[in-house]
Each structure stands twice: as C-alpha cells, then as structure tokens.
C-alpha cells in the first residue's frame, strides 16, 4: 500500500493544527506518516498535540532554522519525508475522509504524474464582513494551464512525488507568510510547471479552510498580499533566467490593463482592478530584485536538512527539540 507523507508547517495555531492532524488519522487511507513542523512561540502547540504521541506515523518537529515563513517549515518536512507521495496541507484546513484515499488513487492510475493540485473549500459566509480563502482550479474556465497553475492553485492542498524534488529542489523560502512575498504555493506550482512535469488539478481531493475566515479588512490585505506575491514570482523567475515566464506575466498584465482597467477609465470613468495591477507590478519589481540564489533550497540542501533534523524526528515524537 502506498505510504503518503503529510507535511503540515504551523505557527501560533494550536486548536487548528490539532483539527488538521485529527482529521488526517480519520480518513480512509491509513497508510501514512504526519509531520507537524512548528514555529510556534511557546509550547501551546506542543502541549496540544501530545495525544498524537503514542502513534508511531506521528511526528512533531520544532523549526529552529531561523528563516520566517512555512516554506522554511515544508523544507523540513520534505526532508525527513520517506512517503513515495507528499501531500501538503495548511494548518487551518481539514481534509475529508477521502481525501488521502483520492490522491493515491490519481497517482497509481498514472505513473507519470508527479503533482496534483486539490480543491480549497470555504464555509458559507457573509462575503460583506468576512473572507476567506478557497481555490477550486479543476472548476475554472478556461481551464488551468501551465502558466495559470501558479496563480489558482492553493498550496493548502498539494500533493506530489517525493522523486519530483529530487529534479526542482524545494519551496522557495523568499516566499510565503512571515516573508517580504507571499505565494510561495505559486513560485513551488510554476517551477513545477516549467520543469515539465506532469501535473493534474481534481475536484475530488478537498480539504475545508475550517479555521481560515477573517475580517473583510484582513481579506483586502491578504488579496493585496496574493496579487504582489503573483508578480513577485514571475519577477523572481525572470531575474532567474526564465525569459519567457517574465515576457508571459507582462503580456498578461497588458491584456488586463486594455480588456479590463482602460475600458472601464475610458466608459465608465472608475479604474476597477488598477490597485490590483499596481499590486502585480509591484511584486513582479520586488521578485526580479531579490538576489537569484538567497532562499533557493536544492536537493542537495534538503538532504543537509534530513541529517540535521532526522534525530528530532523520532516516530511518535511530540516533544520539544
């Protein structure tokens, strides 16, 4: 039976990460090993999950690498992983009792594929006072291709090949929350994409942002953070070498700027959309200007990873290290 590796990077969230690795111990495939990476402040996290600890698929790992941001934590994860399939969900989400069941179901029905983007689902809510997250790429039109992966993908549900970052390395740890960009789900969605691997989007594999909702004020802010994150990665990409990446994400901006900002200045005199390209612009600017290597992880980096923290990771474990 297929071993899936459950990498969940936390921080300050004790009840929902709690929530998260229930959630997993409750589904269909019980062919797994979980690792909670934490960055918390305190040992609220820690005291929280002690009931995991006499399981031996359970571990607990405390990120003290010193880089800001789940990137760093997924690193980490990645790393002590044995799983022949990762799956990445946020701390903030539950899985459904399928869910596992479903991502290797779509990996051993194609031995090609090697990453599978699931759906985010939201509670209902009152879209005037709250938001919150939710990405269903499979449902959009026109289908995700291999550049829009990156940009209606959501990194709280991700699966992929543990042999898949042996050819594109790991997260980018100059995105992410706690760091300068966000979206550090995209930058891992399009290295992906343009290494040419094989990649699917499924409805089927869901997960719930349970503990995601926030004010409308903070969703305007994460929105703001998501667009500069989005320029940030192709930015990042073309200072990287990737021409076509930049040339692409510049004609798509032009496209909206004359499809959607110039017709509505020019009739209905409102600029609808032009913070959110002033916000793509600025991000692309900010990628392109970080130094080409600062926060690239490799293989060879993950495998220093696995060596410094595979003693911390001890099955079983939930235990300050």
């Not at 549900?157 to 929350?177: H, I, Q, S, T």
Request: glycine share 10%.
């Amino acid at each position: 039976m297929t071993l899936v590796s459950v990498v969940i990077p936390t921080k300050d969230r004790p009840v929902a990460v709690t929530d998260a690795v229930r959630s997993v111990f409750a589904g269909t495939h019980q062919q797994f090993e979980v690792f909670v990476v934490d960055q918390s402040v305190d040992d609220k996290t820690l005291v929280a999950l002690a009931g995991f600890a006499t399981d031996s698929r359970f571990h607990y790992v405390r990120n003290s690498r010193g880089r800001l941001g789940p990137a760093s934590s997924r690193n980490i994860g990645i790393a002590l992983s044995i799983g022949d399939i990762i799956a990445h969900i946020d701390d903030d989400v539950t899985v459904r009792p399928d869910w596992m069941q479903r991502i290797v179901a779509a990996f051993e029905s194609d031995p090609a594929l090697q990453f599978l983007a699931g759906k985010l689902t939201a509670p209902s809510y009152d879209f005037a006072v709250s938001y919150i997250p939710a990405a269903d790429p499979a449902a959009e039109r026109p289908p995700v291709n291999n550049w829009t992966v990156s940009l209606l993908t959501a990194g709280a549900n991700f699966a992929m090949r543990k042999g898949l970052f042996e050819r594109v390395g790991g997260y980018d740890e100059c995105f992410g929350p706690g760091t300068r960009l966000s979206a550090d789900d995209s930058i891992m969605a399009l290295t992906i994409s343009r290494s040419g691997a094989k990649w699917m989007t499924s409805s089927l594999v869901e997960v719930i942002h349970t503990h995601g909702m926030r004010s409308a004020a903070d969703g305007a802010k994460i929105r703001k953070a998501y667009g500069i994150g989005n320029g940030g990665i192709f930015g990042r990409a073309t200072r990287r070498g990737d021409i076509r990446a930049g040339l692409w994400y510049l004609e798509y901006l032009a496209h909206q700027f004359l499809t959607v900002i110039l017709p509505n200045v020019l009739y209905n005199r409102r600029p609808v959309g032009l913070g959110a390209f002033r916000d793509q612009v600025q991000g692309f600017g900010i990628g392109f200007m970080l130094p080409p290597e600062d926060g690239v992880v490799r293989t060879a980096d993950l495998e220093r990873l696995r060596a410094e923290y595979q003693s911390e990771s001890l099955p079983g474990t939930a235990k300050a290290v």
